[in-house]
Nanobody, 123 residues
Framework: QVTLVESGGGSVEAGGSLKLSCVAS????????MAWYRQPPGKGRELVSR??????????DSVDSVKDRVTISQDAAKNTLYLDMTNLKTENTAMYYC??????????????WGPGTKVTVYS
């Protein structure tokens, strides 16, 4: 049974920073690709960044409003995935989700999801 629990969300003024954490159950790191997604209010879920199973390949995909302002990392010893976000903008307001174990290859179909952590950026 894989469990993912996010934390670190909150309210932050535009221009500020947040570091999100996702604690995974034992055995996920090293076995599964992991990712951070976000879902803005009233919109669909979209990929923010992902990290390969060996933890050395980082991707920041398609979400232009956070691109180049996020860093994905992991501490396998702590079973924890991180997302550092800087220079936050109001459009970055969203629920942020941790995902693990991509079974879809290039089509990105993650099997496991956390409940999410809410990020609100105000001006």
């Amino acid at each position: 049974q894989v469990t993912l629990v996010e934390s670190g969300g909150g309210s932050v003024e535009a221009g500020g920073s947040l570091k999100l954490s996702c604690v995974a159950s034992e055995g996920v790191f090293g076995r599964c690709e992991m990712a951070w997604y976000r879902q803005p209010p009233g919109k669909g879920r979209e990929l923010v960044s992902r990290i390969s199973r060996d933890g050395t390949a980082n991707y920041v995909d398609s979400v232009d409003s956070v691109k180049d302002r996020v860093t994905i990392s992991q501490d396998a010893a702590k079973n924890t995935l991180y997302l550092d976000m800087t220079n936050l903008k109001t459009e970055n307001t969203a629920m942020y989700y941790c995902a693990a174990c991509n079974v879809g290859g290039f089509t990105l179909d993650f099997e496991h999801w956390g409940p999410g952590t809410k990020v609100t950026v105000y001006s």
